[in-house]
């Protein structure tokens, strides 16, 4: 590994792995900040010493810009100092008879200044440019193929598939002279430049160099990072990265946050403490039994360490957390709202005490973390709402439960009681997977039931909120199910077709069908008590209601597995074509290793299409 800071502000680190399959390592690099050269070289020729290749390129390019670096134009610096590599390259060739054809691809980049580079390749080694996010190739492979592709001789599908497409067209050493390409680029704030040998993307996805390459995570950190991807790839060759980063742009808001605000906050973790010591925590019941001392680390420092993560990661998952498991556990051992209510308003005080002190030191510091800070605890509120709402409908479910079997009790000791069919819908589980077969017995409703259950039912519309159009449309198909008088479950499909109308099958198109259907469930539920009728009418409504509800449920849920049956089928077919895909893979890329060991110097392009070069084919 080796990492440089030039003066110019740009942080530069490089890396090279041998692979799991090569013996010897062919790559060579340069990482040298004082003259702001940076250079991958991947030698070629196995036996032939491609090695020897890199590294003769490697002394000679570093040689010449060493000299050259003050009396030559950056551009002509560098296809001069390439130029020189290749002369090299080739004259050690001759000299020595063993190492006839060996070669090396070379891509370099000259950091002129902070806002100026230069970068020159020949061969397949690649330079990429990331700059807000979005991943650019500033190379071009110096291949036969893609020099077919150019001349539209081989598209590019044909291209990808030819057994040949990593025979070089171009390289140093299989001539004196070359043909260097050269880019100038501007560099903006925040951009990474990378430098890397065929044996990362060759086994690297472009999508996972991209998510590396943008993580934030420091230039030495990255190109490690780079070189692990193209290992767990196959690493069937040797891989050398180098990561050349721009100095970063001035700091978002969002940054001093994630940075100075978080340092800030976790710095008066202690104050935040007292505060909270002082306020009463360890007098709370929640932390009955524990020393205050305790208290205060098991509930205080705990919310100061979420905030200070989400703080770090502009997240809001570990105060959640917090919030879920601090009320959690406090419901399950029967706790009530109020003390959960006071800790709450306790660690909030705390926590504004806090950031009033930081903005006393540092007001535009201050004013960021409060809204920070703010936020987090609003997440807190959220957390501690959505239990509550959980209890809720448990205790409407309890409720329904207890009504329902006082009302049995009820009907059971009167004699002008309604008949008792034997149902107890408390029973069915809410959402069952129904077949249109299933036989449902008509319950035969007298008029005073259908008479009540027409009024339930406007009373729940008169309820539902303007905008709600799928809850009205669910009222309207328990309506449907109810009035069905021939009791089959066949309108429920019906109705639940129409309901279900047209939907993705992913929690955007299902989700509001069936918060729609639990939401009308609750307001029909609640609205049968403000009708007029007898107890022993308003338990029927609720049974019927609760019964046709089940049947609109059951035959929705049926519907949503219909739709989501061929998804599934595609995937599992897509599994085993990719399965049998990356097998082929692995077969194609010993094959490539195999073919580059044996071919290992490259075509003339001065020569006429079909000529050898200097290495049989």
């Keep these: 590994m080796s990492t440089a800071t030039p003066p110019t502000g740009v942080r530069v680190a490089g890396d090279t792995n041998v692979g799991k399959v090569r013996t010897s390592n062919e790559d060579s690099m340069i990482v040298d900040a004082a003259r702001g050269l940076y250079v991958v070289l991947d030698g070629m020729g196995g036996a032939n010493a491609g090695d020897i290749a890199s590294q003769t390129a490697r002394d000679a390019i570093l040689s010449f810009v060493a000299h050259k670096r003050t009396t030559m134009e950056p551009t002509s610096l560098m296809e001069a100092a390439i130029q020189s590599g290749s002369a090299a390259v080739f004259g050690a060739a001759q000299a020595h008879k063993e190492r006839h054809g060996m070669g090396t691809t070379v891509v370099a980049c000259l950091v002129v200044d902070a806002k100026r580079a230069v970068v020159a390749h020949v061969g397949d080694s690649r330079a990429y440019l990331l700059r807000q996010g979005r991943l650019q190739t500033l190379t071009r492979d110096h291949t036969i193929v893609e020099e077919l592709v150019d001349r539209g001789l081989l598209s590019p599908d044909e291209a990808e598939r030819h057994p040949y497409k990593n025979v070089l067209s171009r390289n140093l050493g299989s001539r004196a002279e070359t043909r260097v390409d050269v880019l100038e680029i501007e560099l903006k704030p925040g951009d990474r430049v990378l430098l890397c040998s065929d044996g990362l993307y060759g086994y690297a996805s472009a999508e996972g160099i991209q998510y590396i390459l943008g993580s934030g995570d420091a230039p030495e950190h990255v190109a490690r990072d780079l070189i692990e991807l193209a290992l767990r790839g196959g690493g069937g060759d040797n891989v050398t990265t180098i990561v050349i980063e721009a100095p970063q742009p001035v700091a978002t808001t969002t940054q001093l946050v994630k940075t100075s605000g978080a340092v800030a906050w976790w710095q008066h973790r202690q104050r935040f403490l007292h505060v909270a010591k002082e306020r009463g925590i360890a007098r709370n019941p929640i932390v009955r039994g524990l020393e205050p001392n305790e ?162 039912l406007t009373i729940a519309r008169a309820r539902t909120a303007p905008r709600a159009e799928l809850v009205k449309q669910v009222l309207t198909s328990l309506e449907a199910i109810v009035a069905d008088s021939a009791g089959n479950f066949a309108a429920s499909v019906l109705t639940a077709r129409e309901l279900y109308g047209v939907r993705t099958v992913d929690d955007a198109g299902i989700m509001p069908l069936f918060d729609a259907l639990d939401h009308a469930r609750i307001l029909t539920a609640s609205s049968v008590h403000q009708i007029q009728a007898t107890d022993a009418v308003r338990a029927r409504v609720l049974r019927v209601i609760s019964a046709a509800h089940q049947r609109l449920v059951g035959a929705s849920t049926g519907l949503v597995l219909e739709a989501a049956a061929p998804h599934s089928d595609k995937l599992r077919e897509a599994q085993a074509v990719t399965s049998e895909l990356r097998d082929q893979v692995a077969k194609a890329e010993r094959k490539r290793a195999d073919l580059e060991r044996r071919f290992a110097t490259n075509a003339d392009p001065s020569l006429p299409w079909g000529s050898r070069g200097t290495t049989e084919w």
Excluded at 361 to 387: K, Q
Aim: hydrophobic share 45%.
């Design 295 to 456: 208290a205060l680390e098991l509930v205080g420092l705990s919310l100061c360490q979420a905030i200070f993560h989400d703080l770090e990661k502009s997240t809001g998952v570990n105060v959640w957390t917090f919030a879920q498991n601090l009320a959690g556990g406090w419901f399950e051992r029967g706790g009530e709202w109020a003390p959960l209510r006071g800790m709450m308003d306790i660690l909030g005080e705390s926590s504004r005490v806090v950031v009033d002190e930081i903005r006393t030191s540092d007001s535009e510091l201050g004013f960021l973390l409060d809204v920070a800070v703010s936020r987090a605890l609003v997440v807190a509120e959220l957390a501690l709402g959505g239990l509550l709402a959980e209890r809720l409908r448990q205790v409407d479910s309890d409720l329904i439960e207890l009504h329902t079997a006082q009302q049995t009790a009820i009907e059971a000791s009167s004699s002008d009681s309604l008949e008792d069919t034997g149902e107890r819908w408390i029973d069915r589980p809410t959402i069952p997977f129904m077949r249109p077969d299933r036989p449902v017995t008509n319950p035969g409703e007298s008029a005073e039931v259908m008479s009540a259950l027409e009024k339930t």
